[in-house]
C-alpha cells in the first residue's frame, strides 16, 4: 500500500474517532467545568487528546496489516494504553497522585525496554551503569511528561507545541534515520485532527485535550527523543523540549519558594500570566511558544555544528537566556497575579 494513502487512511479513522468520543463524552458528562483557576469560562469536552494515542494504535495495526514488524514498538505501545488508560480515568475520576505517578514509571520503563530493543543500547554495558543510567533516564523522563501534562492550561498549547517537537524531529530523521518516519507522521495527523477541534482562531475550543492528551504526546514525543539521544549518544536533544522545561521547572521552583501545595491547581506559568493577567488570546500564546520552541530546535538542526561540544554550548546558551527571559517577565508582572490572589479571598 502506498504510504500516502495509508496516512490519508489514518487521518480519515483519526476524524471519525474524534467525532465518535465527542458523542461518547457528551453522553457520559467528560466535561471540564471553569473555576477560579482556570484560564477559560466555559464548559468544554474533555479528553479529545485521546486521539494522540488513537493515531499511535491505528499506525501499528497498519503497519502490521502491511507486513512490517512492529516487534521493537510493543513494549512503548503497551506503556502508552497504560499510562494513556489511566490518564482518562484521572479525566472522568479523579486518582491519588501516587497511583499516576506509579503508571507513569512502570509506562517509562516498557518505553525504555522499546529503545533498548530498537538500538540494543546496553550491550556489555555493566550492570551497574545500566542501573544508575535507568535510574536517571526514569526521573528525568517522568518529570518531562508531568511538566508536558503541567504546561496543558490554554486553547491550542499543547498541540501546537507538539507540532514544533515533531516536525523538527521529521527533519533530524531524514538525515539520521533514528525511527520509522510513519511513526511521527502519523504522530503528527493526530495532532492536526485535535487542531481542528481545538486551536481555533476564531470562537472557542470544542474540546480539551486532558490528561489523556497531554500525557499521551507527552509520551509519544519522549519515545522518539529518547530513540534519537539512545543513537546518537547526545542528550542535548533533549533541546527539543527545551521552552516547556524552562518554564515548568521555573514555575514549580517558584511555587516551592511560595510553600505552595504543588499538587493544587494554579496559574502561575508564564503562558498563564499572557493569557489570564494580560489578557492575550490563547491562540497567540499558543503560537508564540510553537514558534519560539520551532526556532530553538531549527537552528539546533540546521545552525549549530554537529559535534557534542557545539550542542552542549548551544544548550547550555539558550537555557541560560530562556531563564533569564523568565525571570525578567515573572519580575515585571507577576504583581499581576498576586493581585487577583487577592480578589479570591475577599
Given amino acids: 500500500?502506498?504510504?500516502?494513502?495509508?496516512?490519508?487512511?489514518?487521518?480519515?479513522?483519526?476524524?471519525?474517532?474524534?467525532?465518535?468520543?465527542?458523542?461518547?463524552?457528551?453522553?457520559?458528562?467528560?466535561?471540564?467545568?471553569?473555576?477560579?483557576?482556570?484560564?477559560?469560562?466555559?464548559?468544554v469536552l474533555r479528553g479529545g487528546g485521546i486521539v494522540f494515542s488513537l493515531s499511535m494504535i491505528v499506525w501499528a495495526v497498519l503497519m502490521a496489516v502491511q507486513g512490517k514488524s512492529i516487534a521493537e514498538y510493543l513494549?512503548?505501545?503497551?506503556?502508552?494504553?497504560?499510562?494513556?488508560?489511566?490518564?482518562?480515568?484521572?479525566?472522568?475520576?479523579?486518582?491519588?497522585?501516587?497511583?499516576?505517578?506509579?503508571?507513569?514509571?512502570?509506562?517509562?520503563?516498557?518505553?525504555?525496554?522499546?529503545?533498548?530493543?530498537?538500538?540494543?543500547?546496553?550491550?556489555?554495558?555493566?550492570?551497574?551503569?545500566?542501573?544508575?543510567?535507568?535510574?536517571?533516564?526514569?526521573?528525568v523522563f517522568v518529570g518531562a511528561t508531568d511538566v508536558i501534562n503541567f504546561m496543558d492550561g490554554i486553547n491550542g498549547i499543547t498541540a501546537g507545541y507538539a507540532l514544533a517537537v515533531l516536525v523538527p524531529l521529521?527533519?533530524?530523521?531524514?538525515?539520521?534515520?533514528?525511527?520509522?518516519?510513519?511513526?511521527?507522521?502519523?504522530?503528527?495527523?493526530?495532532?492536526?485532527?485535535?487542531?481542528?477541534?481545538?486551536?481555533?482562531?476564531k470562537g472557542k475550543a470544542k474540546c480539551f485535550a486532558g490528561d489523556v492528551g497531554s500525557i499521551g504526546?507527552?509520551?509519544?514525543?519522549?519515545?522518539?527523543i529518547g530513540l534519537l539521544i539512545a543513537r546518537t549518544s547526545d542528550v542535548t536533544w533533549l533541546v527539543f523540549l527545551l521552552v516547556y522545561g524552562v518554564d515548568g521547572v521555573c514555575t514549580i521552583a517558584h511555587r516551592i519558594m511560595l510553600n505552595e501545595n504543588l499538587g493544587e491547581a494554579h496559574r502561575k506559568h508564564a503562558y498563564q500570566l499572557m493569557a489570564n493577567e494580560l489578557g492575550m488570546s490563547h491562540v497567540v500564546v499558543s503560537i508564540f511558544y510553537m514558534a519560539l520552541q520551532l526556532a530553538v530546535s531549527l537552528v539546533m538542526v540546521y545552525l549549530v555544528p554537529n559535534t557534542p561540544l557545539a550542542h552542549w554550548i548551544y544548550l547550555v546558551a539558550v537555557l541560560i537566556l530562556l531563564a533569564l527571559a523568565y525571570l525578567l517577565f515573572m519580575k515585571k508582572y507577576y504583581h499581576l497575579h498576586a493581585e487577583y490572589l487577592e480578589t479570591l479571598k475577599k
Fill in 75 to 139: 513494549p512503548f505501545l503497551c506503556g502508552l494504553l497504560l499510562v494513556a488508560g489511566v490518564s482518562f480515568w484521572d479525566d472522568v475520576h479523579s486518582l491519588p497522585d501516587s497511583v499516576r505517578l506509579v503508571v507513569q514509571f512502570v509506562a517509562t520503563g516498557l518505553m525504555f525496554w522499546s529503545i533498548v530493543l530498537a538500538t540494543g543500547g546496553l550491550a556489555g554495558m555493566p550492570w551497574y551503569w545500566v542501573v544508575a543510567i535507568g535510574i536517571v533516564a526514569l526521573i
Fill in 217 to 224: 504526546i507527552a509520551f509519544i514525543m519522549l519515545f522518539a
Fill in 170 to 201: 521529521v527533519l533530524v530523521n531524514r538525515t539520521d534515520g533514528f525511527i520509522d518516519e510513519s511513526y511521527l507522521v502519523a504522530a503528527i495527523l493526530g495532532v492536526l485532527v485535535f487542531s481542528f477541534f481545538n486551536f481555533r482562531l
Fill in 1 to 43: 500500500m502506498n504510504i500516502y494513502v495509508t496516512y490519508c487512511i489514518i487521518a480519515a479513522i483519526l476524524v471519525a474517532a474524534e467525532l465518535v468520543y465527542f458523542r461518547i463524552a457528551d453522553r457520559f458528562n467528560v466535561i471540564d467545568k471553569p473555576n477560579e483557576r482556570s484560564s477559560h469560562t466555559t464548559i
